[in-house]
């Protein structure tokens, strides 16, 4: 596995000359989702102290909407996996004509194992995280105004900033990854594939701040 960090072209070509192994290859969303869970679980309830401290009320909607934030990330690198590769593999079959399908899928999946010492980091970032005396709030949430206060001190910390901002690199050069997949799995030129890959990230990031 460390030739997909230093040698990432080498390795995907590697993998052709073997048949597919989609067990090993799942581990790589599925192992990612399990970790994003844990690092999200805990900064989900560091976060959410402050306001259950003043905000007793709150607990069972801020509860409920822990909940669906830790199944929201659970889903979300299986759902960037699928979508990135089917989008790549229509793309593969529009301009090429090609049947590649499978070892595209396959190679995405791997590219995921990438991720996964940024998100042990994360977890242990979480665990090391206290949120600071400035979200202490004089009251429950009340009103929509107090809600987008509380979102607005949660988008200027600077940590939680630093962590999104070193979140967007590794998703980068995830993509960076499926491109190199796509280069050994098709024979495409890497420019070629490379230029893909980055449009798939830019147009599903996009597609999600519009969302």
């Known amino acids: 596995m460390l030739g997909l960090a230093y ?11 073997t048949p597919p192994s989609w067990w090993f290859a799942l ?18 309830e560091k976060i959410a102290g402050p306001i259950v401290a003043t905000a007793a009320g709150s607990r069972s909607l ?3 909407l822990q909940y669906m934030g830790v199944i929201n990330v659970a889903f979300v690198y299986v759902v960037v996996w699928l979508t990135a590769s089917a989008f790549m593999i229509s793309c593969d079959v529009l301009l090429r004509g090609a049947d590649g ?3 595209i899928l396959e190679g995405n999946a791997v590219a995921f194992y990438s991720q996964l010492p940024w998100l042990v980091v994360l977890i242990a970032l979480a ?8 979200w202490m709030l004089d009251g429950p949430i009340a009103s929509a105004a107090d809600l987008e206060r509380f979102k607005r001190l949660l988008q200027q910390d600077p ?15 995830l993509y960076v990854l499926f491109g190199m997949s796509y280069h050994a799995a098709t024979g495409c030129s890497l420019p070629g ?11 599903f990031h996009l597609l999600g701040l519009l969302l």
Do not use: D, K
């Open 62 to 64: 801020l509860t409920s």
């Open 27 to 44: 581990g790589g969303p599925l192992g990612c989702a399990a970790l994003a869970v844990v690092s999200h679980a805990i900064l989900a």
């Open 7 to 17: 040698q990432p072209i080498v390795f995907f070509h590697a993998r052709l000359t």
């Open 101 to 103: 399908g499978l070892r």
């Open 193 to 203: 594939a490379l230029l893909l890959a980055l449009t798939t990230y830019v147009m």
């Open 159 to 173: 940590f939680l900033a630093t962590v999104r901002g070193l979140n967007e690199c590794f998703a980068v050069w």
């Open 127 to 134: 665990a090391a995280f206290e949120p600071p005396a400035a």
